[in-house]
């Protein structure tokens, strides 16, 4: 299972981005999608989950400003992001939980990252 992620990019303090990533591939079902991300000389922090059954939760940080959504009949993820400040600038990836299946009788759960895409805040 592949993750494409996109919708990153330069935007000023108070501005705001949408982060799309569509899973693809031989997708059962995808449990949980969520963003992280990374910034230099940190660890990688999770910054916003959903479930399938459409439950979110969102790191302190980012509640209020962030929005995590998903479209389960396209296997893709959203987080718009709102307010944006400069401390919010890192890496953002794309993962997504679930079961794949080979076409026949075999399934095998995944746990698959994006390739990761820019956010700069500039104040």
């Known amino acids: 299972v592949q993750l494409q992620a996109s919708g990153g990019g330069l935007v000023q303090a108070g501005g705001s981005l949408r982060l799309s990533c569509a899973a693809s591939?031989?997708?059962?079902?995808?449990?949980?999608m969520d963003w992280y991300r990374q910034s230099p000389g940190k660890q990688r922090e999770l910054v916003a989950t959903i479930t399938s059954g459409g439950v979110t939760k969102y790191a302190d940080s980012v509640k209020g400003r962030f929005t995590i959504s998903r479209d389960n009949a396209k296997n893709t993820v959203h987080l718009q992001m709102n307010s944006l400040r400069p401390e919010d600038t890192a890496v953002y990836y794309c993962n997504a939980d679930g079961t794949s299946y080979d076409g026949t009788f075999y399934f095998t759960p995944f746990n698959s990252w994006g390739q990761g895409t820019q956010v700069t805040v500039s104040s």
């Open positions: 591939g031989r997708i059962f079902s995808i449990s949980s």
